[in-house]
Each structure stands twice: as structure tokens, then as C-alpha cells.
């Protein structure tokens, strides 16, 4: 397969982005064979800007003319996701996903149930190909720091002001994202998170609920990652919010034989211990020694478009078997991570995975039931102007 034929479905932000690199021709074999908008300005700007593509006014007609396409490009609000992925699986065809996959493990897993095995299936992790979070997993697969003890991640730098959250009808509410920070922007960090490190064994969260601006979702996380193991046990920690400024993105992880820091998603320093720490405690007699410490050279690769890097990857792997930078089966991880967050900042638990997941879907719904504050004009989600 030399061409993969691209139903892209949605023109919102992230979907006009989309349609101008398809369109480029610079996806590896990746092609713009149609796009589904319900709205008229996007419908327009189809016909003048990709006349050689097909318009589809909604998934049901897409659907009905299948034949036209090998793979559907998802890049609608969170919450369709899911219903748009299994029609396209339906019709054999292969999905790429903008991430989140969906707004619940259980939901998720349907999506997963419904795709078939011949059929490929990625989500738009695209910090994955980074080359400083590349780095940082290959050298943690290397044992650089040895055991990983602990792991501190500072990604404040997301700042949304209230003009972004009112940019759209569907954002920041829990009729609409079904969440706020860690459903949407955190969604990439918690994905990388558990690809260095795994899903831990125990989450607990306090989340600010509307901290930092006049709604009911979160706009801040502090959340504790806790995993079993042989002493001393790893711990971690991810912080985050959308409301200060300035912010950094500093991740920094320990173990026996140093640190790993990444900074920016674009800086990767190495610090070895000489000797380990265990071997210096075996040896020392100082009652204040310390083990000494060198800085390892790290060398990056030269960094690219991520989208691009990730779409020229999902055509690699539908015509040579080239493995997926972000399988979609591994979208359910971080949307579980998602969930028991949410889950133990509402019942003040810590929360260990498995997860009750019919629990989490009944305290959804009641906050669901008691949002107020929606954005003026909400609308229905299936009739948003992004798709």
C-alpha cells in the first residue's frame, strides 16, 4: 500500500492543522481523500482550499461511502471519539485517534472490543516522538539510574485564560471534556508517564476544582503515583495547572545510580553516582560521606514535526509492519490514570488498580447532574461546530 486514502472527520483546531500536513504530502504516503463537517464555514473551506477531496456533511454519510477511504483521521471533542472510532472499525477501516481515546476506561475498552485485527489503530501521543522523552525512556530501559526510586514532574506551563475556555462550547465542563486539566491538556504527560515508568499500583490526588477560574472542573492536580515493590518502594509525583504563570515543565527522576532530568521536553541530563549508592553505603565509614557524581554527555536527535513524525510512523507501519509510536490500545492507559485521579480527589481515597470503574461512572454522572456553570450556549456535543 503505496497510498493510504485519509477521511479526516472534524475541522476544528486541531483538524485544520491535520488536513494542511495530509494535504502537503509529506506524511509518508498518507493522502486527504475527504473530511467530515457538519458546519458550513468548514464545509466552505473544503471546497475551496481541498477541491479534490470528498465533503461528507456527517459520520453517517462518511460511513455510507466507505469505499473511498483506508483510514479515518479522529480529531473531534473528547467524547465522540469512542461512537466514531467503532463505525470506522465497523466498516474495516484503520482510525488514528487525537487523543484523549475517550473519557472512561470502560468506554474505551468498547472501542477497543470493536476494532479488528486486521485493521491498525494509533493515538496522537506525539510527545512520544520527542527526541528528549525518546532518550529519557531508552536510557531508563538501560537501567541509567539503576532501580527508579523517585520521580517529580512539574508541568505547570500550560496558563489558559479564560478566552480559551470559553473558545468552545464543549471545553472545561463535565457535560462537555467530562473534565478539565488532566482529561485534556495532562493527557500527553500521563501518557508519557506510565510509558517510562508503567501504570503505578495505587493514585492519590487532590485536584482543584475551578481554582483559577468559574467552573467546575479541575484547573490544578497534585498527584501522587505509588508503586509495590522491593524497598525502598518508587514513589512519584506529578503536579500541574492550568491558571499559573510562568510555568515549567521539569521532570526528575532518581535512582541507586543517579538522576535523569528532562527539561522543556527538549533538555536530558544525566548524573551518575561514583560508586552506586549501594555500594558506597557497603563501603563508607564517613558519618557524613557522600558518594561522588559525574555528568554523562547526552547527545539528541535532531527534533521534527512531532505530528508529522507520528503520521509518517502510522503509514510506515500499514505498509511495512513498522511498530506503532503510540499503539491505541495503550490510549486506555492514560485515560485510567485520568479516571482514579478524578476518583480520589471526590472520595478523598487513595485509589488501587484495578480501579472500581462502575463507581467512577455513577459520581461522574451525579457531577454531570450538578453542573451549573456550563458556557453560554452549550450545546449538544454531537452538534458542535468542530465537526
Known amino acids: 500500500m503505496e497510498q493510504i486514502r485519509v477521511a479526516l472527520v472534524g475541522l476544528g483546531g486541531m483538524g485544520r492543522k491535520y488536513a494542511e500536513l495530509l494535504a502537503e504530502e509529506q506524511t509518508g504516503g498518507l493522502v486527504l481523500q475527504g473530511v467530515c463537517c457538519r458546519n458550513r464555514e468548514g464545509q466552505e473551506l473544503v471546497r475551496s482550499r481541498y477541491p479534490w477531496a470528498s465533503l461528507y456533511r456527517d459520520v453517517e454519510e462518511m460511513v455510507s461511502r466507505a469505499e473511498e477511504y483506508d483510514a479515518v483521521l479522529i480529531a473531534t471533542p473528547h467524547n465522540t471519539h469512542v461512537e466514531i472510532g467503532k463505525q470506522a472499525f465497523v466498516c474495516g477501516k484503520h482510525v488514528f485517534c487525537e487523543k484523549p ?22 493515538v496522537m501521543f506525539n510527545n ?5 522523552f525518546r532518550k529519557a525512556k531508552e536510557l531508563l530501559d538501560q537501567k541509567a ?3 527508579v526510586t523517585r ?14 475556555h470559553r473558545s468552545a462550547p464543549w471545553r472545561s465542563s463535565w457535560n462537555g471534556e467530562q473534565g478539565g486539566l488532566l482529561i485534556n491538556q495532562c493527557q500527553h504527560y500521563l501518557d508519557i508517564w506510565q510509558w517510562l515508568f508503567g501504570m503505578p499500583d495505587v493514585i492519590d490526588a487532590d485536584l482543584d476544582f475551578g481554582k483559577y477560574n468559574d467552573f467546575q472542573v479541575e484547573d490544578g492536580a497534585d498527584v501522587r503515583l505509588l508503586y509495590h515493590g522491593p524497598k525502598p518502594a518508587f514513589r512519584g509525583t506529578l503536579i500541574s495547572a492550568s491558571g499559573e504563570h510562568p510555568g ?4 526528575e527522576i532518581w535512582g541507586d545510580k543517579g538522576r535523569l532530568t528532562v527539561e522543556d521536553g527538549a533538555r536530558v541530563a544525566l548524573e551518575r553516582n561514583v560508586p552506586d549508592i549501594g555500594t558506597f553505603n557497603r563501603t563508607n565509614q564517613e558519618i557524613f560521606g557522600q558518594p561522588g ?8 536527535e535532531t527534533e521534527e514535526n512531532t505530528y508529522l513524525a507520528m503520521f509518517r510512523n502510522f503509514a ?41 470503574e462502575e463507581r467512577y461512572e455513577r459520581l461522574l454522572a451525579e457531577r454531570r447532574a450538578r453542573e451549573t456553570a456550563l458556557p453560554p450556549g452549550f450545546l449538544d456535543i454531537r452538534h458542535c461546530s468542530i465537526l
Not at 512520544?128 to 528528549?132: D, F, K, V
Not at 515549567?248 to 521532570?251: D, F, K, S
Open 248 to 251: 515549567v515543565n521539569r521532570l
Open 293 to 300: 557524581h559525574e555528568t554523562v554527555p547526552i547527545e539528541l
Open 128 to 132: 512520544r516522538a520527542l527526541p528528549a
Open 316 to 356: 510506515e507501519h500499514l505498509q511495512s509492519g513498522a511498530p506503532l509510536i503510540a499503539p491505541g490500545e495503550e490510549g486506555l492507559r492514560s485515560i485510567l490514570l485520568t479516571n482514579g485521579a478524578y476518583l480520589s480527589a471526590w472520595t478523598g481515597e487513595k485509589v488501587a488498580f484495578p480501579m472500581d
Open 151 to 164: 520521580a517529580v514532574w512539574i508541568c505547570n506551563n500550560w496558563f489558559r485564560s479564560p478566552a480559551y
Open 101 to 122: 481515546l475517550g473519557i472512561s476506561g470502560a468506554e474505551v475498552r468498547t472501542l477497543l472490543e470493536a476494532k479488528r485485527p486486521e485493521t491498525a489503530f494509533a
Open 145 to 147: 539510574v539503576g532501580r
